[in-house]
């Protein structure tokens, strides 16, 4: 007899409800749940495709030295017998990253770990870099930590304001519930500086020069604002074409007849923090005006990057910066010092790591074969915890598999302030541990104490020591039903100072024929093939063989005159440097822009110029930059 398990998908931060169906043979499939809150019976090809990562050729079934087949004894020998010598260091080289659809007791389980055994804080998780920003800068402007209505909510709001074309790439079920309120009679209006779809369904659409959302968003709250009798008919003409004046004035007069109004700010689209805080402006410039509400939907693009967050999975700051009070293990005094965050970690200028433990994420997404090649060489320890053979794995001193979606309880935290909980359907697939398990036997061979090793015993100390989960019943969540957080006690932004930021400079351009192209960076449609867990999906593995090389996006004409053929090589310079790169058209990218995906950060950092980092946010932005084009 088949049996159904109620799970929350890890594919991106929608966080759908669905089940997985597993039968005598153990096979897992997978089917809607109608009852969920979130998905409502709807899942994209990721969701219906997801009982493949739980059983496939991908997973891996036995620990790895140095890629070889290992036993589970001399691999925990080996990985401890690395670690020893950094331990009693006076200033930890030691860091951790882990990937944000982690649960939030594994979560917890690292951040154990991590401060109390190794004795860092440098603790990381790559959700805090795609979604993280946006969120701090929301927190910082409203004061607070950011909650909001559940995403079905959107169907209550008469005027939807879009901050992205791209959300059906980003979150497909909030892009599903933007759309399902436009059809129930809300107007929708979409800024952005490209139409990846949702602009030409859109009822307004305010294009932008590229880079210029922010400054947008800016002058909208300006606008909005009675007493503020600036001219903005200049501003305008800097921010966009002729066009961008009508549409934008359209805006503004559908915003000040509004009841209810919606800003969805899709937090991966943007990544910086300044995007946060013009957004929160918008929307409490909406609150002043009269009979006007206005509410910010923060669309997180990565699964648990919240309730990773609040199970302390962030770097740990002391000395000028105030100390993160999201930690577990605060007050322990075991990482006294600065932690280092993910962008720090793999900057191999700096060279701040002598050993680096990865969990559940593969390190190409974020560096290309030779950036991959160039880490393994500086670092003496590269230890990896997956359920996956990833390109990780094949360098790695120590691999440790660990059981993954479906074979293994846990919960999900969302920006609602809802925990969700997704259910055990199958067996640990070969050897494969639960990750607590596995970093216990690592504490006890190192010497130290194992922290909590069951569900448990790791939800007794969450409720203990994480602020806002004192009153989650494991056994409610058990049942499937969601339980709410005490938002109230959640922790609010540590840091009060925001660094002034030039929100927008249109490039100049010594030569516009020489530098014909603007190279702008954002996340695209293709933007999941870089994580390894979607190679195992079948529908998706061809997508990431055609798209997992360097490429960039460009106007068809544009092509057609450069005599560039779809994927074929091509040679981009811009002021920078240079690189060879796939060119792939887009339909709706105007003439003069050249799109370069963001996952692409080694690529980024060669055309575009190092980022601006802010350590405590966790933002990386970069500036756009003129190039042109030569065929090879």
Known sequence: MPRFVPAVCPGCGAGCGLYLECREDSLVLTAPSRNDAVSEGRLCVRGWQMGDMVRNSMRLASPLLNGSAAGWDDAIAKASELLRPHLDASESRLGIVAASHLTNEEGFAITQFARRVLGTGNIDNFGRSVDGPSIWGLQHEFGHAHTQPPLRELVNYDVIVCLSSNLGYLNAQACS????????????????????????????FVQHTPAAGSAVLQHLAKTLDATDESNGADELRRLG???????????????KGGSRVAIVLSTRAFS?????????SLAKQLNRLQDVSADVFAVNGTPNSVGLGHMGVVPYFTGNSVEQRTSPD???????????????????????????????????????????????????????????????????DVTLPVSGFGERDGSF?????????SGQIVEPYGESVYLPRVLGELAESLGRARGPQTVDEIWEQICAQVPGYACVDVSRLRSAEDVALDVGSLPANCYDELEVQEYFTPIE???????????????????????????????????????????????????????????RLMTLISAKGRAEVHVYPHQNLPPGLVVLPAHQRQLMETLLGPGRYNRCTGGLAYRCTPARVRQD
């Open 241 to 255: 074409a002729d066009s961008l004046a009508e549409s934008f004035q359209e805006l503004v007069e559908v915003l």
């Open 272 to 280: 910086t923090p300044f995007a946060g805080v013009t957004t929160a």
């Open 330 to 396: 605060e007050g322990c005094g075991c990482c006294e010092g600065n932690g280092v965050g993910l962008y720090e970690m793999l900057d191999l200028n700096q060279r701040r790591l002598d050993g680096l433990i990865v969990i559940g994420e593969d390190l190409m997404s974020w560096l290309d074969r030779d950036g991959l090649d160039e880490l393994r060489e500086v670092l003496d320890v590269l230890i990896v915890l997956d359920s996956f053979r990833t390109a990780v794995t094949r360098v790695a």
């Open 509 to 567: 351009v010594a030569d516009p024929e020489e530098w014909r192209y603007e190279l702008l960076w954002r996340f695209d449609a293709h933007w999941w093939i870089y994580d390894g867990r979607m190679w195992s999906l079948p529908l998706l593995y061809r997508e990431m063989r055609d798209w997992r090389s360097s490429h960039v996006l460009m106007n068809a004409d544009d092509m057609e005159r450069e005599r560039l053929r779809p994927g």
């Open 413 to 421: 935290s969302s920006l609602d302030g809802q925990v969700r909980w």
């Open 177 to 204: 519930w933007v759309t399902r309120a436009q059809q129930m009679g809300a107007t929708l209006a979409v800024i952005d500086q490209i139409d990846d779809g949702l602009g030409t369904a859109a009822d307004i």
